[in-house]
């Protein structure tokens, strides 16, 4: 059995040569996808004089904690830190709410009205105002500069009320008529029974929600310039790309001010002690939700 | 008689638990519609100031005699002027970039891995492949310009070849490589999912098959893998080409500067810029409005097009 089956291999696999190009160009690939980053973190654990003399490749070399001992002491990044998870709480909260609600009611095949509703969501899909009117608008709301500007219109998604409202059309619908004949009202109904049945899909949601939350700085520098709110992607981006926020002012005390060499290199230190810092909770947390991306991916798809 | 009666009051029962039960539907829908109206559909009536000239502090609803009505001055002012080729130029430059590399890059990506056999190695390059997208677009182009500093990692490997340090994000003829591979490095491996997933879902009895009637591998490739995702591609195709005039702003306004303006500045960094900086709100707000006119003509026309070659659209 097992010669047969090998000698059936053999023909799909043609030659070995193919395969093994196959493996290094995957291989490769994989290698240019996490490079960069280890790249920058073996960085940040190297000291400072290595560091920037570019000898190191492969692994740190010295240890080198300074500078993230120094970042835990570092205000504006701990308060846009605190922002952001704050945003993505209540973002992610409120969406899941907000769009289950909607396709629970959508749901329903006793609903009236439902051609207008379609339509309803459907405009907002294809048209949009643009960036300059919905700026305008929050102003407007006088809700610039607060936090409810990047919540609120966060708070809701066209297209996950699509998604959550086909997978509540895979649920059998004679669970909704037995708790029904019991007498429960809807609220009851999608608390009880469609909500629990709808994890998978509710999970995908609350990770690209979490995700888009986490990473997004487009409307944030926009909405909100009063630097108590802003979220950590804003602190990072006048670190990393304006440069305006000078880290070695920020971290030396005055007798490492004098070392002048020393507080250049610092300070290059301390951007990859940033980007580790900052990007380490997504990191951490995304290999253990990738089941559901196919499952997200797909049911996306399938409606398009 | 009694039958009838009982069968009418059941009607009426009924009739009223529908009645209930939509109460309770509406009352559910009601907070996303408010939301849709405040934060979809008045934006959509605020486009009305593309016609106007808008001034700053006066609601976008007024229609009253404050408002000053200018027709398609903004529209023509815009053709017209000295940015409209550079900016058309520059996005349609990148937009190609991106379609045939960003586009193809997690096609091919899905068809290599497939091949991979071990379902561990599989994995592990998926998985590695997904990291960028999980990584934000500041710390991706803030590590991109690190790496590209005088003192960088490229400058000091160029420089042991013997190529002379340079400030590559300076120079306007380096930007839309810059670009173009911080994009594809973001993208390719999350938009690859759509692909895998298409592809485990194509019947393995195909393949069997195939086997037997001794079809190479790249044959198998042609003519089963690829027809078995071609749907998926000319939708993604039409939806591609629909967002040639959007080019990824989030990214060129981390990347760009003044010096590579004549190669880097798009339509949406353009529009950034006037509009949220600059205060040009009814110019801009018309911008944005021709451009996604023009966009919603192209998905139009390549979905037609596609329909006609493939069978496949969107609709």
Known sequence: MSAITKKKRRIREGSLLADALIYIAAGFLAFICIYPLYYVLILSLSTPENAITMQVFWYPKGFYLEGYRRLLQDNNLWISYRNTIMYAAAETGLILIVCSMAAYALSSPRLRGRKFLNYFLLVPMYFSGGIIPLFLLVVQLGLYNTPWALILPGAYNIWYIILIKSYFGTISESLREAAELDGANSYRILASIYLPVSKPILAVIALYSIVGVWNGWYRASIFIVNSNWQPLQLYLRRVLVEQTVDLSQEFLTTEELLADQMNRLGSNQMKYTIIIVSSLPMILVYPYFQKFFAKGVMMGSLKE | ?315
């Open chain 2, 1 to 315: 008689m009694m039958r009838k009666e009982a069968a009418k009051e059941r009607r009426t029962r009924r009739s009223r638990y529908v009645f209930r039960e939509n109460v309770e539907l509406y009352s559910l829908f009601f907070p996303a519609a408010l939301l849709i109206v405040i934060f979809s559909y008045i934006p959509l009536w605020g486009l009305v100031i593309a016609f106007q000239d808008y001034l700053a502090g006066n609601s976008i609803f007024a229609l009253n005699e404050t408002v000053k009505w200018v027709g398609l001055k903004h529209f023509r002012r815009f053709v017209s002027s000295i940015y409209f080729g550079r900016l058309i130029g520059n996005t349609l430059r990148l937009s190609v970039l991106d379609l045939l590399f960003g586009f193809t890059m997690p096609i091919i990506f899905a068809l290599l891995l497939n091949e991979v056999r071990s379902l561990k190695y599989k994995k592990f390059v998926q998985t590695a492949s997904y990291l960028p997208h999980f990584i934000s677009t500041v710390v991706a182009a803030g590590m991109m310009l690190s790496f590209l500093e005088m003192g960088g990692v490229v400058n000091s490997l160029a420089g042991a070849l013997g190529i002379s340090p340079k400030e590559y994000i300076a120079y306007p003829d380096y930007y839309p490589a810059i670009y173009t591979i911080t994009n594809v490095w973001k993208g390719f491996g999350f938009s690859s999912i759509l692909y895998f997933s298409t592809i485990s879902s194509i019947d393995p009895v195909l393949y069997e098959s195939a086997k037997i009637d001794g079809a190479t591998r790249w044959q198998q490739i042609k003519h089963i893998t690829l027809p078995g995702i071609r749907f998926i591609i000319a939708v993604q195709l039409v939806l591609q080409v629909g967002k040639v005039l959007n080019t990824n702003t989030d990214l060129a306004l981390l990347l760009y500067r003044p010096s590579t303006y004549s190669t880097s500045d798009v339509i949406g960094t353009y529009i950034y810029r006037e509009g949220i900086s600059g205060g040009k709100y009814s110019y801009t707000t018309a911008i944005g409005l021709f451009m996604s006119v023009i966009g919603f003509i192209l998905t139009f026309v390549t979905n037609r097009i596609s329909n006609k070659l493939t069978g496949y659209g969107m609709w």
